[in-house]
């Protein structure tokens, strides 16, 4: 019998541009507004990080020139994943406004599916402070095993 492989990714998400209203941040110099994102590329989940099953929280300390994103300080998080959150903050483009730094936390996931699925995974957003990134854990199935169940009846 030959296996098939279904790997599953969140490949192929292109440019989302976003419009968002003002979002109130915590910090330890009290309360204040973050920029507006204007667009940004959607953030996958890196395929080597998925295949190694690393999941985890990115916390970054993001500082603006009013305009874009000038340095990106990092908090904590595992490598692999900090990285392609570096890469979709260097996307970003603010509505113009004052300079500022705040807080922003990427939380990548990987589920188990319930069965073998071609489903993306989910991206929920949150920009500029949050963003969470689930996708499926990468498995093997045999399609024709479910097609040899269905014969059998």
């Known amino acids: 019998m ?3 492989s279904c790997f599953l990714s969140i490949l192929g998400m292109g440019l989302i541009a976003a419009e968002v209203g003002a979002v109130v941040a915590n910090s330890t110099e009290g309360t204040r507004l973050v920029p507006l994102i204007e667009a940004a590329n959607v953030p996958l989940y890196p395929i080597a990080a998925q295949a190694a099953r690393i999941s985890g929280k990115v916390v970054l300390q993001i500082s603006t020139n009013g305009k874009e ?13 900090v990285q392609a959150a570096k890469e979709n903050i260097a996307t970003w483009h603010f509505k113009p406004g004052q300079p500022t730094t705040f807080e922003a936390i990427f939380q990548y996931r990987i589920v188990e599916p319930a069965s073998c699925s071609y489903e993306n995974g989910a991206v929920s957003l949150k920009l500029p402070t949050f963003a969470e990134i689930t996708v499926n854990e990468l498995q093997s199935c045999d399609p024709s095993s479910a097609i040899t169940r269905e014969v059998k009846k």
């Not at 994103?69 to 994943?81: D, F, H, I, N, Y």
Request: hydrophobic content about 45%; glycine content about 6%.
């Open 69 to 81: 994103v000038s340095t990106v300080e990092v908090k904590s998080g595992p490598a692999m994943l």
């Open 2 to 4: 030959k296996m098939k």
